[in-house]
């Protein structure tokens, strides 16, 4: 069985530009969760989404938006890149909102 | 969210068994203590997960206290591929403010040494 899925696996953008990431969950999850990895730190926790709408939202800056699509699909968006955003951002798919989460290999951004 | 402490660094040797603490003293009683691991530069990779009882699968066992202040997680005969980051989390049923969200902390960084 397919896990889940991001792309792209690697980025690099400039300051203020913007990026859209990429997110297929495991087939029959319902829910895709997004967290921002910066070197050395855990995950920490950006958006939560089942059933196309929003259920939970970290401490991130409105830059930051995400979807969900019919196919329970998502896309994380970043505005107006700062220097810091540099970091893996990983995607985590569940059956429903408090289930395990199983998490995607990630896509790392560069912002120079 | 019920905060987690965890030794920075531990080391095992192959085939002996990892025993990785955690403590979470402040947990309530509709909040579940999940492991996830992760291996340099890979997603997180989910473990194991319980709430008072101890819990067992392929992976691993997860031994709670009976005041669920503390936890173990045991890998019976660790691997040089059981190398990485052990993350201890609390995670709050519905409509706990840690509800859906994993909140990571810093882990403890496994090593297993032939």
């Known amino acids: 069985d397919a896990g889940v899925t991001q792309s792209p696996t690697h980025l690099i953008k400039t300051r203020g530009q913007h990026v859209t990431l990429r997110c297929s969950p495991i087939?029959?999850?319902?829910?895709v969760s997004w967290y921002q990895q910066v070197l050395g730190q855990g995950p920490q926790f950006i958006f939560q989404?089942?059933?196309?709408?929003?259920?939970g939202r970290g401490n991130f800056p409105d830059r930051f938006s995400a979807r969900q699509f019919p196919n329970y699909s998502s896309e994380l968006n970043v505005n107006a890149l700062l220097l810091g955003d540099s970091a893996l951002y990983l995607c985590?798919?569940?059956?429903?909102?408090?289930?395990?989460?199983?998490f995607g290999p990630g896509t790392r951004l560069t912002v120079t | 969210d019920a905060k987690t402490t965890q030794p920075t660094s531990m080391d095992c040797a192959e085939g002996r068994a990892a025993n990785l603490p955690c403590n979470h003293s402040?947990?309530?009683?509709?909040?579940?203590v999940y492991w996830y691991r992760q291996i340099h530069s890979q997603g997180p990779q989910y473990i194991i997960h319980?709430?008072?009882n101890n819990e067992t699968n392929e992976m691993a066992s997860l031994i709670i206290t009976e005041d669920r202040k503390s936890s173990t997680l045991i890998l019976p005969h660790a691997t040089l591929r059981d190398t990485a980051v052990y993350y201890c989390?609390?995670?709050?049923?519905?409509?706990?403010?840690?509800?859906?969200?994993?909140?990571f902390g810093q882990g403890t960084i496994l090593t297993v040494h032939p």
């Open positions: 985590a798919s569940s059956f429903g909102i408090s289930y395990e989460q199983y």
């Open positions: 087939s029959g999850h319902k829910s």
């Open positions: 989404y089942y059933e196309k709408e929003e259920r």
């Open positions: 402040t947990i309530s009683g509709n909040e579940y």
């Open positions: 319980g709430l008072k």
């Open positions: 989390i609390v995670r709050g049923l519905a409509g706990g403010t840690s509800y859906g969200k994993l909140t």
